[in-house]
Antibody, heavy 128, light 113 residues
Framework: QVTLKESGPALVTPTQTLTLTCNFSGFSLSGHNNGMRVSWIRQPPGKALEWLARIDWDNDKFYNTSLKTRLTISKDTSKNQVVLTMTNMDPVDTATYYC??????????????????WGQGTTVTVSS | DIVMTQSPDSLAVSLGERATINCRSSQSLLLSSNSKNYLAWYQQKPGQPPKLLINWASTRESGVPDRFSGSGSGTDFTLTISSLQADDVAVYYCQQYYNTPYSFGQGTRLEIK
């Protein structure tokens, strides 16, 4: 069974750096032609989903264009964790933050896909 | 970056009637090498994470009722619910995974008339 679970501080003050951890099980983010990818997505209260970043089994990393100077994504395959840091937090960053899995391989070729398993999300409020 | 635009923003449909949600991308999501459209549809209910309904524009995920169907190719896509059930009240999002950065539509709120 594939599961993902987000954790991190519920409250951060403006200008602080946010660190979120996604603990996952039931799949691996390492190995040759694994094809697995983990993304971070956020959703401000009452608003739409916004994709933030993705890390792949081969350690390729991709970022939201407008946020990439503030974001860093990394993985610890020994702990089955993906970590997202976001610097210089602002009240507009108040949101529920989700991690989600995607990707698959067929034969020797790996492809992106829709995000088929999501964590329950962790709510982060930015306020002084 | 690819921009995803959904229409309408909200929709009210009677129980048992058809609901149709549209999604348009700013560039083609069709990869010619494998003839696949890199588009997904999600359903999100209040207080829950999104749920993947449709992959590759038209492939229903396991366990998704067959009243949900996806169609379209290139830049224009549609999610259809053939006979609306009360449990289908939710916000629906399309998402492209053709290129990073990935992007979502703004969402369509579906209600019962």
């Amino acid at each position: 069974q594939v599961t993902l679970k987000e954790s991190g501080p519920a409250l951060v003050t403006p200008t602080q750096t946010l660190t979120l951890t996604c603990n996952f099980s039931g799949f691996s983010l390492s190995g040759h032609n694994n094809g697995m990818r983990v993304s971070w997505i956020r959703q401000p209260p009452g608003k739409a989903l916004e994709w933030l970043a993705r890390i792949d089994w081969d350690n390729d990393k991709f970022y939201n264009t407008s946020l990439k100077t503030r974001l860093t994504i990394s993985k610890d395959t020994s702990k089955n964790q993906v970590v997202l840091t976001m610097t210089n937090m602002d009240p507009v960053d108040t949101a529920t933050y989700y991690c989600a899995r995607s990707g698959y391989c067929t034969g020797a070729t790996c492809y992106p896909s829709g995000m088929d398993v999501w964590g329950q999300g962790t709510t982060v409020t930015v306020s002084s | 970056d690819i921009v995803m635009t959904q229409s309408p923003d909200s929709l009210a449909v009677s129980l048992g009637e058809r609901a149709t949600i549209n999604c348009r991308s700013s560039q083609s999501l069709l990869l010619s090498s494998n003839s696949k459209n890199y588009l997904a549809w999600y359903q999100q209910k209040p207080g829950q994470p999104p749920k993947l309904l449709i992959n590759w524009a038209s492939t229903r995920e396991s366990g998704v009722p067959d009243r949900f169907s996806g169609s379209g190719s290139g830049t224009d896509f549609t999610l259809t619910i053939s006979s609306l059930q009360a449990d289908d009240v939710a916000v629906y999002y399309c998402q492209q995974y053709y290129n990073t950065p990935y992007s979502f539509g703004q969402g369509t709120r579906l209600e019962i008339k």
